[in-house]
């Protein structure tokens, strides 16, 4: 039987709509929630995702305002301006769009934004928060996937969940947020042996690596919940997850696809953390 498809559009589509009540009756208080993206450089990509939040803001009634640098600029004069913004009592949320340019230190950048403006969630300060088991902005994706499976009735207390990826914006935290539903969780990375065998293991499974279909129909517990965090560009230009979802929707329980799945859901969380840094 084919696997139930988790639609995170729709849910993010539904999170909007009740975001957008909440903005109009912050602005009925003289609040207007405002957001501050820094793009630095010309990946298309990350054009891209900027342009998604940005519009994404203006369906809420949240004020965008995008900051553009070049591929040149310095970490000094991006931390100067985010030193700018986190004075403006206009500016609710700043969001640093990763990758920043190589010559940029990206963790001493992350650093300088306010911590309760830190709608992204990296900051160390709210990192460290997610990790003593006091969260407090929650980063976007690693929220939407729980948000996620919490909208498709999936119980995690005493599940076995598997997170394949590490990386602190999504692997390490999603993790966390596993384990304090009370998951049993085992984090995989480049480095695991033998990931089909953990993979077959998780009730639960998310995959965020950056890797087109390395989860295979034969690495998935018949039943599994499985969520789809990758975005990968294939050579025919489409888009694909880290998930074999044609394969994999056969023998899974649930599935998110991609697009459609955490992406939206990603997106729905910043403007949510935003409305939040703002009421
Ligand atoms: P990173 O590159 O920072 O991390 C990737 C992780 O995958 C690393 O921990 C790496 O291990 C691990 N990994 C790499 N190869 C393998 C392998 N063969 N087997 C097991 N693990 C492996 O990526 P991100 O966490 O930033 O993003 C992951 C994916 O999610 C990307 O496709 C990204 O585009 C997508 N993404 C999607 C979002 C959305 O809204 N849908 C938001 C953010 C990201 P190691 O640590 O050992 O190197």
């Known amino acids: 039987m084919s696997a139930r498809i988790l639609d995170g559009k729709a849910l993010a589509a539904e999170i909007r ?24 450089g010309d990946d ?51 969001l640093v769009q990763l990758p920043l340019p190589k010559q940029i230190d990206s963790a001493a950048v992350l650093a300088a934004v306010a911590p309760e403006k830190d709608v992204d969630g990296f900051h160390e300060s709210n990192l460290g928060a997610l ?16 948000r996620l499976l919490e909208h498709a009735g999936v119980t995690l207390a005493g599940k076995h969940a598997v997170v394949v990826g590490r990386s602190n914006i999504v692997g390490k935290p999603v993790a966390l947020l596993l384990l304090q539903k009370d998951a049993t969780v085992t984090i995989c990375h480049s480095k695991t042996k033998d990931l089909a065998e953990t993979c077959r293991q998780a009730d639960v499974l998310i995959a965020a690596v950056g890797r087109a279909k390395l989860v295979t129909a034969a690495m998935v517990k018949p039943g599994a919940c499985v969520i789809d965090v990758g975005v990968n560009r294939l050579p025919d230009g489409k888009l694909a997850g880290d998930v074999d979802f044609d394969a994999v929707k056969e023998v899974a329980g649930a599935i998110t696809p991609v697009p459609g799945g955490v992406g939206p859901m990603t997106i729905a969380m910043l403007l949510e953390n935003c409305v939040k840094s703002a009421a």
């Open 131 to 146: 990790l003593a088991g006091k969260p407090r902005v929650v980063p976007c994706t690693p929220a939407g996937v729980m």
């Open 17 to 40: 709509t009740a975001l957008r009540a909440k903005v109009a009756a912050l602005v009925r208080h003289g609040v207007n929630p405002g957001l501050a993206v820094i793009l630095a």
């Open 44 to 94: 298309p990509a990350s054009k891209v995702y900027v342009r998604n939040k940005t519009r994404a803001c203006e369906e809420v009634g949240v004020r965008s305002q995008q900051i553009d640098y070049p591929a040149a600029v310095t970490q000094e004069e991006l931390i100067a301006r985010i030193r700018k913004l986190n004075a403006d009592p206009a500016v609710h949320g700043i």
